[in-house]
Structures are given as C-alpha cells and as structure tokens.
C-alpha cells in the first residue's frame, strides 16, 4: 500500500482546513490536506462576518476571493413587526474590517481550496478516512479511502481535523456530545428573484422575527439569486407539508416579508432540511491531533458565526502546531481552548440572548444607547476576543442586564402569532 509522508495532515478542504493548510505552508512545513467530497459541493453558512476578512488576507486568500464578485455586506438589518434594526460594520466599537461578503458556499469554498492548491499544497477529494493510528511520539499512520475503493496511508507529524459535520476525530474517539441548546430545525432553498429592491436595501442580509421563537433570513447573492431559510422549534414545522418544495412555499405564503417577492418564484436549489445541528465536542486537542472549525462546535446560524469560527480555530491551530513542531512549547488549553471558548461563549449568549427574547427587547427599543449598539456591532462583526468591549468582556450579564432595563422603561417586546 502507497504511504505518503507529511509535516501536518490536515482533514477537510472547507474554510477551516484552507485556512489551517495555508498557515502551516506559510511557516515553511510540508501539509497535505484530504477532502471525503468532490467540489463543489453545498453547505450552509453563507453570511461572512468582517472578522472572517482578517483570515483571507493572512493566508493571501483574499485576493482569489475578490475576484469572483461575490456581494459585498456592510451590515445587518433585523425587522419585528415591522420596526427596523440597522447594524452599519462601519459604526463599530472595535478596530477592524467594516464590511465582508455573502457568498454561495459551493463556489466559495471551490475558491479557497483552489487557491490552496496553487500553493502547491496537495488537496485531496473523495478521500474518505478509515482509521488513524497515533503513535506515541504524537505521530500518525492514516488510512486513506480513494473514490475507487483503493486505499494509501498517511504518516504525518500532527493531525488538524478541519473534517466539519463528518467529525472524523470526535467520531473515531467518541468525543461527540450535544451543545445544551434547544433541539432546532431549518428549512432552506435558494431562490431566483427578480423583484429584489434595489440598491442597499436589496443587497443586504435581512433577519425576520417570525414568532418569538422563529425567525426568516433573507441573503442576497451577486448571481440574481437569493437565499432564505426559516429557523426554528422542530415543531413549529409540523403543520407544513412534508413534501420539500411545498414546504418551502407554504412557509413563503406564511409570511408577509416574503409572499410578494419569493411567490412562484423558480428555486434553483432544493429545498433542504437541517435538525439538530448544534453539537460540540468532550475535547478539543489530544495527543497528535487538534479539532477546528465545526468539528470543535457549532453552534447555531443565528449570528453567521460558523464561518469565523471556523476560520480563527484554523488559523490559531495551525499556528501553535507549526510552533509546536519546530520545537516550541505550546500549551493547547490556554493558547487554543481558552481562546475560542472565549469567542463561542459570547456568541452562546448572543444565540440564547436571540431565542429568550433578551436581544429583540435590546435591537428594537426606540431609546438605543449610541455606544452600546456600537459594542454590539463589533461582536455581530466577529470581534469577540476584543476584551475592551464590555459586550465581550462581560457578555452573560450584560446583554439580560441592559434587556431588563429596557423593559422596565418601555413595553414588553410583542410578537407575531
């Protein structure tokens, strides 16, 4: 059988992996990067944050991005009941990128992992894993599973498992476990749409309070065509057909954001159904390996954050594996685990602040603090290992703090039956 030797193996081809492949040649190692699917392929999470902007420009992938004209993004627009919450990138507490894309993730991801391999770093598609054997100097024999059945293996220094939803560490070593968020479900289709308004207001991402616990995106693409996607209680779907495409009229026609714009028009992707999406992991590094992007934790669409922290997590793994293999001592826990925790747990508030009903209270009250929507800009930014802001710094008492206050000043947030 083939073996083929490297410096770092990294698992996954999506913006985690491409990140992680492309620090790791950056710092002078050998990488090889092994993908189980062919490109294109599709995958939620279309919405960038400008931190994700920081990472393109790092590894030079920025560049290859510019080039495909994707829509550019300089906020956020929320609606309840009609009332209107603008977030401006370019109003925001923390130094930083004021603006990022909306992307197709097909041709998005396609991008990143071809510029990865004008790199000449070897990317892989259709090679599944089997099996890892990690060895007690931290090294590992993979073995590969080729499109055509055939097998080779891999020996490599260390392992970056950049393997998304597949999860191929936390699978293999049973590290899988739920996030402790509500069970949710999304329904989503890309949809061609001629009747989009123009300008800014055409352009941007929308979120739609549906019902308290519900809520619409609405993401246009610089293609003409546009996503949407109702998130919600599992329950919440059961009155609607279970035939997919009618599901996805039925949930148009039930919102008045949508019906006029979207009503018969042709979906150019078919409507898919994700449930149960949330999950994290027991561990998060070991001996020989490190997990990034979703196959550390996902948490929920809400705030477009899987793609940024799919991106940090690359970038500070491969780092400290790079510094770690050229002879450096490296303390994963407080270097890695800490770091990220630090950003997932403010966006876990963010997520939960969003499903209790703390942040409709926060985003549509008629008296907002001018510097409070500030910080909280940069966190919707991607800003959230900036220790200044006090919407990071002390993000679990902040956000119920500020929404209690705001109740008690003004009426209680009603929503949409």
Known sequence: MEIKK???LVIGAGPAGCIAASIVHKNGLKVHVVEKTLFPRFVIGESLLPRVMDHLDETGLLADVEAAGFQKK???KFVLNGEVCDFNFEDQFTKGWNWTYQVPRAQFDQILATGVAKKGIPVEFQCGV???DFREDESSVT?????????????????????GYGRVIPTLLGLNKPSGFDPRKTHFTHLKDPLRPSGTEGNRITVIVHQKEVWIWVIPFSNGNTSVGFVGNPDFFKKFPEDTNERMKALIQESDFLKDRFR???????????????????????KGFVTVGNATEFLDPIFSSGVTFAMESGSTAAKLVCKKLKGGTVDFQTEYVEHMMQGINTFRTYVSSWYNGDLHQVFFSKNQNPLFK?????????Y?????????NKHNKAIPALAEVLRMGEETIVYPV
């Not at 073995?143 to 393997?163: P, Q, R």
């Not at 500030?374 to 991607?382: E, N, P, R, T, Y």
Request: glycine share 8%; hydrophobic share 40%; aromatic share 12%.
């Open 6 to 8: 490297t410096d770092v």
């Open 74 to 76: 300089f906020g956020a």
């Open 374 to 382: 500030k910080q909280i800009c940069s966190v919707l930014a991607g």
């Open 143 to 163: 073995t590969i599973e080729k499109a055509d059945g055939s097998h080779y293996k891999i020996e490599a220094k260390y392992i970056i498992d950049a393997s």
């Open 384 to 392: 959230v290992w900036d220790m200044e802001n006090p919407f990071v």
């Open 264 to 286: 018969d028009q042709e979906m150019v992707l078919h409507p898919r159904t994700i449930e149960g999406y949330a999950i994290t992991s027991t561990q998060f590094y070991g």
């Open 130 to 132: 089997i099996s890892i």
